[in-house]
């Protein structure tokens, strides 16, 4: 059997989220989606991620939510992290801090692995990506099928680095945060499929999903500007993964726009 999973790139602002919930069905239906994982930590209204966006994510179609730098930035998220079961947020951050950074969900008889980690590279100096992900294999080892893992990260070396290390040792990787999306997509040597960056879910006329006259102005005049999401047609970008249960591992990676 091959169990595929839809992997959905940062979903940004009130019409990254209204484009997702709107056009999920469909595409789960005419893509043959079993599974669908998307990273959300920029869906909140005023970035970051809120139990209204995590919510309506999950209600259209969405199985697990991953996150990244911008998790914690709406304090009610600590609660809605450690109540719900669907929601990762980096496994790198401190043990104190709220939520997980794995969860096991079933799904057609399957155990599915989701981990979500944060890259150190020009991002917040946390815990060690590689060795974050090793221990989290470890607590769940046994209790899993397939494995999948989000790396948040700016550097693309960083992505790939981690592509390379954990080869054969995760069934899935891709990687977000930078909202591009990468034409790298490949079944890594040892069998691990690998995307270096899913892209973005967001307005496609803007910076990163910001209003791009907000951008040049920061970028012009080195001055604060607050930062709101643009509106407009939005483009989905992501991958989709084919695991084969026989074969135990993802044989094929396509990238996903529409
Ligand atoms: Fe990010």
């Known amino acids: 059997m091959i169990f595929r999973i839809l992997a959905l790139g940062d ?13 999920l069905y469909d595409i789960r239906r005419d893509e043959n989606i079993d599974f669908v994982v998307c990273n959300g930590e920029n869906s909140a209204a005023t970035n970051g991620i809120d139990a209204r966006t995590g919510n309506e994510l999950i209600k259209y179609g969405v199985d697990c939510i991953t996150t990244g730098n911008h998790v914690f930035k709406r304090r009610e998220i600590r609660e809605y992290l450690d109540e719900t079961k669907n929601i990762v947020r980096p ?14 969900l079933p799904e057609k008889g399957l155990n599915i692995l989701i981990m979500n980690v944060l890259g150190v590279v020009y991002l917040e100096p946390l815990a060690c990506p590689f060795r974050t992900v090793e221990k989290m294999l470890r607590a769940a080892q046994g209790k899993y099928d397939i494995s999948v893992l989000d790396v948040h990260a700016e550097a693309t070396s960083e992505k790939i ?33 690998y995307i270096t960056d899913l892209g973005m879910c967001g307005p496609d006329d803007s910076v990163l999903g910001i209003k ?9 005049m080195h001055t604060p500007v607050k930062f709101d999401f643009a509106e407009g047609p939005v483009t989905l970008h992501g991958a989709i993964f084919d695991y084969d ?5 993802c044989v094929d990676v396509k990238r996903f726009k529409m």
């Open 245 to 249: 249960t026989e074969k135990k591992r």
């Open 91 to 104: 496994g790198n951050f401190p043990p104190e801090v709220a939520g997980v950074g794995y969860t096991i």
């Open 212 to 220: 791009k006259e907000k951008i040049i102005e920061k970028m012009m």
């Open 161 to 193: 680095a981690m592509s390379h290390y954990f080869d054969g040792k995760i069934d899935i990787i891709f990687g977000t945060h930078t909202h591009v999306q990468t034409a790298d997509e490949r079944i890594m040597p040892k069998g691990t499929g």
């Open 11 to 23: 979903v940004s602002g009130p019409t990254g989220v209204k484009a997702v919930t709107d056009r």
